[in-house]
C-alpha cells in the first residue's frame, strides 16, 4: 500500500502546482473515516482507496481525481456525508464523489436489475464528468485484483460476470484497454477457472518449447525495419488466455488452430515511419488479405489509432502487428484517460456524442433489463464506417441499418425517416450497410418511428428511441379509448360529472394528471366501479343498486387508432374493417379486437368486453385466406396476378399440404375491408388454377 508521502510525492512529480495540503487532508481523513474497518483479505479498509488513488496517479490525472479515488467510499461505508466531504473538501469533489458512491445497493433486486441499476448511475455521472468513470474503473479493477479473498464463490461469479458484462466494455469503450485486457483476464478466470487453468498450462508449455521464439521474432522485425532506416521499437507478447478462449468459440477452433498467438508492437516516430513500417512488412513476408486495417486515417469510436496486420511468418505462422507512433501508443493504452492527464486540454469530441447518446438511451429505457440491452448493444459491436452526402462520418456496429444510421446522425431525424439512398440507390430501410456507404436520408414532417423497426435496427440509440416513441403513441392511444370509456362510466353516476368532480377523484385515485386516469381505464388497470367511487363516493354501494349499468354504453370507434399499439388485432380471427367487432379488455394488456363470431371469444371471461367499430372511413387489414390450388406449372403466378388487379399485397404465404393433385396455401393478405376480401375471394374461385379458397 502506497504511503501518504509516496501518494503526495507521485502527484507532485507530474503537478508541482499541486494542493500538497488537499491531498494530506483527504489521506488522513479517509485513513480516520475507514478506522478499523478490514477487506476480505484481511487488509485495512482504507488500503483499497489508497490504492484506487494511486491507479489515478499512474493516469497522471488532476488533483481533484485523486482526492475523489480516496474518498470514493466514505459516503457509502462509514458515517461521512456527501455535506461533510463538501465542507471538508468543497462542492467540485463533492459532486465527484456523489457519483462514484454505490448509491443504495437493494438486496431484493435480481442480479439484472441490480447490474442495471449501478451502470444508470455511472452513465448519469459520466454525463457531468467522465472523471467519475475513470475512478470508478480503478476501483473495479481494485476489487477485480483482490477478488479472490472473497470466501463466497457465488458473489466472486457475480461480481466477475458484471465486470466482464459492464465494466470491461466500458473500459474498452473509453479506450482503456491496459484496464480492459486485465479486468477480462481476472473475469475468465473466476467464470470459466477451468478453460482458464488450461490456457496457462497450453501457453506455459508454448513457452518452455519455443525457446525464446517470441523475442527471436521481434528482433527479425527490427532488424528488417532497421535496414530500410527506419528507427523504432518492437516488442512481443502472447494474447493472455481470455483473448484466445475468445477467438476459439468465435471461430469454433481448437487451441492448436488459433495461428496467430503472438503479437508484435512497432513504435514509430511519426505518423509518415508507419505506413513506411506496414509497407516494408508487407514485402518482407507475406500479409493476409483481409486482415489489414487502418485506424490512423479512421479511428475507433473511442480515439484509437493504430495500424493492424497480420503476416505469414517463417513455417507458416500467424503473427500480428500493431503499428503506432509513441503518443499513439500512450494514447490507445489509457484511451480517455490520458485526454484527461493533468493540463491535457484536447479532451475528444468524439467521446462527448458517445455520451450523449448514452444518456439518451438511459433516458428513454423503460426498465432495467431494457436499459442493459441497449446499453451493451451500444459499448459492445464490432463497427463499420458510413458517411453523409456531405461527408460527415458516423460509425455504427456492424449489421447497423440506414435506421440506424439516421439516428446516429439525430435522434429527430430518425423519427422522420421514411426512406434511404444508398450511394445513390433507393434501397430497403433493413439493408445493412457496409463500410465506406454513402446514406443519404429520405424524411417527411408526417413520418414517425414503426414497430416494424424494431425488428431490424441494432443500436442502442435506435432501439431505446423507437421504443419511447412507441411507448407515448401507445399512452396517447389508449387514454383516448379510456376517455370514449370514461364518458359512458360518467353517464351513470347520479350527479353531472365537471373539471372540479374530475380533479377530486385524481386525489382519491392518488394521480397526477387527467390523462393518467384515462390511461388507467383504457388499459383496464381500474375499474368502473372504482372509478364512479372516486367521482362520486357512495354512488356504487349496495343502496345503489338501481344504476344502469348498461346506461351511457355506445360503440367506441378504433379509427386513426394504430393497431398493435392503440389496439391488437387478434390472430385468431383476423378482423377486416366492415366485419362487426368486439374488443377484449385484459388489465395491462389493451385491447384485442375480434371478429363477433371468434370461437375464441369463449375464452376471455376474465377480460372486459367493448362495442367497438372500425369508424366512417374503412383502413387496411390483414386477412387469412386458405386456398387449394391445381398442382401444376404456373397456378401460383396466376394468382398472384389476380392479388395484384385487385391491388392487395401478399404479406406472408405458406404451404400447408401436400395432395397431388392439389396443392394447400395460407395467405395472409393486406387489403381496404371486408368487401375487397370478398371480391378477392370471388375471383379466386372463378378462377382455373383454384379448386377452393375460404377465408380463415
Request: contains cysteine; aromatic residues 6%.
Amino acid at each position: 500500500m502506497l504511503r501518504q508521502y509516496e501518494l503526495v510525492e507521485r502527484v507532485l512529480g507530474y503537478d508541482p502546482d499541486a494542493d500538497e495540503a488537499l491531498l494530506n487532508r483527504a489521506y488522513v481523513y479517509t485513513v480516520q473515516k475507514h478506522g478499523s474497518q478490514q477487506r476480505a483479505s484481511g487488509d485495512p479498509y482504507f488500503s483499497h482507496p489508497v490504492e484506487v488513488a494511486g491507479l489515478m496517479t499512474d493516469l497522471k490525472l488532476d488533483q481533484e481525481t485523486i482526492v475523489t479515488a480516496l474518498l470514493h467510499d466514505t459516503v457509502e461505508d462509514t458515517l461521512a456525508t456527501i455535506e461533510d466531504i463538501e465542507a471538508n473538501f468543497g462542492p467540485q469533489i463533492a459532486r465527484l464523489v456523489d457519483g462514484v458512491t454505490k448509491l443504495s445497493k437493494i438486496e431484493q433486486m435480481a442480479e439484472n436489475e441490480r447490474a442495471a441499476e449501478n451502470l444508470r448511475k455511472f452513465l448519469l455521472a459520466m454525463s457531468e464528468d467522465i472523471r467519475v468513470l475513470l475512478v470508478k474503473l480503478a476501483d473495479r479493477l481494485h476489487n477485480m485484483r483482490t477478488l479472490h479473498y472473497i470466501k463466497s464463490p457465488a458473489k466472486r461469479q457475480r461480481i466477475a460476470r458484471e465486470t466482464m458484462d459492464i465494466y470491461a466494455p466500458l473500459a474498452e469503450r473509453v479506450g482503456m484497454y491496459e484496464y480492459m485486457r486485465e479486468m477480462q483476464l481476472l473475469a475468465f478466470e473466476q467464470l470459466e477457472p477451468e478453460a482458464f487453468a488450461t490456457l496457462e498450462r497450453r501457453l506455459e508449455e508454448l513457452r518452455s518449447k519455443d525457446g525464446g521464439q517470441v523475442d527471436a521474432i521481434a528482433l527479425k522485425i527490427k532488424q528488417a525495419l532497421a535496414e530500410s532506416g527506419l528507427k523504432v521499437e518492437v516488442s512481443g507478447r502472447e494474447k493472455h488466455p481470455y483473448s484466445i478462449w475468445k477467438k476459439m468459440a468465435e471461430r469454433h477452433v481448437s487451441f492448436e488452430q488459433v495461428t496467430d498467438i503472438m503479437a508484435f508492437r512497432v513504435i514509430c516516430e511519426n505518423e509518415a515511419d508507419c505506413y513506411r513500417a506496414m509497407g516494408v512488412l508487407h514485402t518482407t513476408w507475406q500479409f493476409l488479405p483481409g486482415k489489414f486495417k487502418d485506424y490512423i486515417s479512421t479511428p475507433k469510436v473511442n480515439g484509437y489509432r493504430s495500424l493492424h496486420t497480420s503476416l505469414m511468418y517463417e513455417n507458416s505462422m500467424r503473427v500480428e502487428v500493431q503499428i503506432r507512433t509513441r503518443e499513439m501508443h500512450r494514447r490507445n493504452e489509457f484511451g480517455l484517460a490520458a485526454h484527461w492527464a493533468y493540463k491535457q486540454d484536447d479532451r475528444p469530441d468524439g467521446q462527448v456524442g458517445w455520451l450523449r447518446d448514452l444518456i439518451e438511451i438511459v433516458d428513454a429505457s423503460h426498465d432495467a433489463e431494457e436499459l442493459l440491452e441497449h446499453t451493451r448493444l451500444a459499448i459492445y459491436q464490432d463497427r463499420i464506417f458510413a458517411f453523409t452526402p456531405k461527408g460527415a462520418l458516423f460509425q455504427l456496429p456492424k449489421g447497423a441499418t440506414a435506421v440506424d444510421f439516421a439516428f446516429a446522425v439525430h435522434t429527430d431525424l430518425g423519427a422522420l425517416t421514411v426512406g434511404a439512398k444508398i450511394n445513390g440507390r433507393h434501397m430497403p430501410l433493413r439493408t445493412p450497410l457496409q463500410n465506406g456507404d454513402v446514406v443519404e436520408i429520405i424524411k417527411s414532417k408526417n413520418a414517425e418511428p414503426q414497430l416494424s423497426w424494431l425488428g431490424f435496427v441494432v443500436t442502442g440509440k435506435a432501439r431505446a428511441a423507437i421504443r419511447r416513441a412507441l411507448r407515448l403513441k401507445e399512452h396517447e392511444e389508449v387514454a383516448g379509448i379510456g376517455r370514449m370509456l370514461f364518458d359512458g362510466i360518467a353517464a351513470r353516476v347520479p350527479a353531472k360529472i365537471g373539471k372540479k368532480a374530475i380533479r377530486e377523484a385524481l386525489r382519491r385515485l392518488e394521480m397526477e394528471e387527467e390523462d393518467d386516469l384515462m390511461f388507467a381505464i383504457g388499459s383496464a388497470r381500474i375499474s368502473d366501479r372504482e372509478v364512479m367511487e372516486a367521482l362520486v363516493p357512495g354512488s356504487t354501494a349496495e343502496t345503489a343498486e338501481s344504476i344502469d349499468w348498461s346506461k351511457g354504453e355506445k360503440s367506441i370507434s378504433i379509427r386513426g387508432l394504430t393497431p398493435g399499439v392503440g389496439f391488437k388485432l387478434a390472430e385468431c380471427c383476423h378482423p377486416l374493417p366492415g366485419d362487426r367487432i368486439v374488443g377484449l379488455r385484459k388489465k395491462g394488456e389493451g385491447v384485442e379486437v375480434h371478429a363477433i363470431d371468434c370461437f375464441h371469444l369463449a375464452q376471455g371471461e376474465d377480460a372486459d368486453w367493448l362495442d367497438l367499430n372500425w369508424g366512417s372511413r374503412s383502413q387496411g387489414a390483414v386477412g387469412r385466406l386458405r386456398v387449394t390450388l391445381y398442382d401444376r406449372p404456373g397456378t401460383l403466378a396466376e394468382i398472384a396476378g389476380l392479388f395484384a388487379r385487385n391491388l392487395a399485397n401478399v404479406k406472408t404465404l405458406s404451404h400447408t399440404q401436400d395432395d397431388p393433385p392439389f396443392s394447400g396455401y395460407d395467405i395472409d393478405l393486406e387489403v381496404q375491408d371486408l368487401a375487397h376480401l370478398t371480391r378477392i375471394l370471388s375471383a379466386l374461385r372463378a378462377s382455373d388454377a383454384v379448386a377452393q379458397a375460404e377465408r380463415i
